[in-house]
């Protein structure tokens, strides 16, 4: 007999997108809507936390709302809200929370709290439905890097991180240095295109004793003393020189990890997820070493990559399935541990 399907409205707040999605079955999504405050923050150089906040309570209404209108459903179709309760800021989380709350109780809905990293590593399943557990999922975001053996539906093991900082801050430290303002990350992919990435040697730094692990501030802080000592030598910088020689230092140093922690567990099937996964060249870095060893390579497409609520629904619904379910007593953690449960 076929099981009856299961619909998610999901809630994503974290930092400076507002969004909400309706999933199917934990692959299918019905609506994806996204609300972005980057313009606003661009004014700034960085989110600026409070902003974010007064930004979401704006925002989240109208942004469920046409989520159940592409989906054409009413809140009574769906079967459970998801919501992401941390990591992230906690003003911008306890809004999505507080809503999640607010919905599960009007509508007597059973409500699933949702690590976001979790769901940056669940964009995976949306596009690849033949994509199961066990894989290994490199990790790259904002705030995050992090090597992951994704053992079952909801279940992970952290092998490697960073000792310092997360992939995406080095890409928009480095791109404030150079003069290409917020956010960094994909304004360096596109100025890299045009540069040569041999033309300066930066460096890939290897974590003693740690052999998947990751640390970016050494190679931030030789991109700065570069231009340091360019600028008081009266030499030309270019940029895109320099933001291609810095990508490939981080591509190179992330592929690197991936592939030997992948060979050291015999692990044959690899995922991307976050923000940085829509990076061009770490898409093709990751696609050609896993090719050369014959690893079946899973990455979401770009929309997926970035914060988004599609990601929540499809973790939720493994959750979900699982029998988790949070009471109205779910509060905001911002500093929530991947595998950690309130
Ligand atoms: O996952 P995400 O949207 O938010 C967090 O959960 O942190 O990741 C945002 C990060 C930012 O640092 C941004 O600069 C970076 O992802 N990013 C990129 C690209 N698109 C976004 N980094 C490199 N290349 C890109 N194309
Ligand atoms: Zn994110």
Redesign the pocket.
């Known amino acids: 007999m076929k099981e009856k399907d299961v619909y998610i409205l999901a809630i994503e707040s974290?930092?400076d997108e507002t969004a909400a999605a309706v999933v199917k079955n934990g692959r299918d999504v019905l609506s994806n809507v996204i609300s972005s405050q980057i313009a606003l923050h661009t004014l700034y150089g960085g989110v600026v936390p409070e902003i974010a906040s007064r930004k979401h309570i704006e925002n989240i209404n109208p942004v469920i709302e046409q989520a159940l209108l592409d989906a054409k459903m009413e809140l009574s179709d769906v079967d459970a809200i998801g919501v992401t309760y941390g990591p992230g800021l906690v003003g911008a989380l306890l809004v999505g929370v507080a809503e999640a709350k607010a919905i599960a109780y009007a509508a007597k809905k059973p409500l699933v709290g949702v690590h976001?990293i979790e769901g940056?590593v669940s964009a995976n399943y949306i596009e690849n439905k033949d994509l199961e557990p066990p894989f290994l999922c490199l990790i790259v975001?904002?705030?995050?890097t992090h090597i992951v053996v994704v053992k079952d539906y909801g279940k992970y093991e952290i092998i490697g991180r960073t000792h310092d900082d997360a992939a995406?801050?080095a890409?928009?430290k480095v791109a404030r240095a150079i003069g290409l303002g917020y956010?960094?990350?994909?304004k360096?992919?596109k100025v890299a295109k045009e540069g040569n990435k041999e033309a300066l040697a930066f460096p890939r730094a290897v974590v003693e004793g740690c052999p998947y692990d990751f640390s970016f501030s050494g190679l931030k802080s030789a991109v700065l003393n570069y231009l340091n000592q360019a600028e008081m030598k009266g030499e030309e910088i270019v940029q895109a020189d320099v933001a291609a020689s810095f990508q490939a230092a981080v591509v190179d140093v992330l592929v690197d990890r991936t592939m030997k922690a992948a060979k050291d567990l015999g692990i044959k099937k690899i995922a991307l997820a976050?923000?940085?996964a829509?990076?061009?060249a770490?898409r093709e870095g990751m696609k050609e070493a896993c090719e050369r060893r014959g690893y079946k390579f899973y990455k979401p497409s770009p929309i997926f990559?970035?914060?988004n609520a599609a990601m929540i629904g499809a973790a939720a619904y493994y959750e979900y399935i699982n029998g988790v379910r949070d009471g109205l007593d779910l509060n905001a953690i911002p500093n929530l541990k991947i595998g950690q449960r309130k």
């Open positions: 974290s930092c976001h940056h975001s904002g705030g995050h995406g801050e890409y928009d956010p960094g990350g994909p360096i992919d976050g923000g940085v829509s990076n061009s770490l990559c970035t914060d």
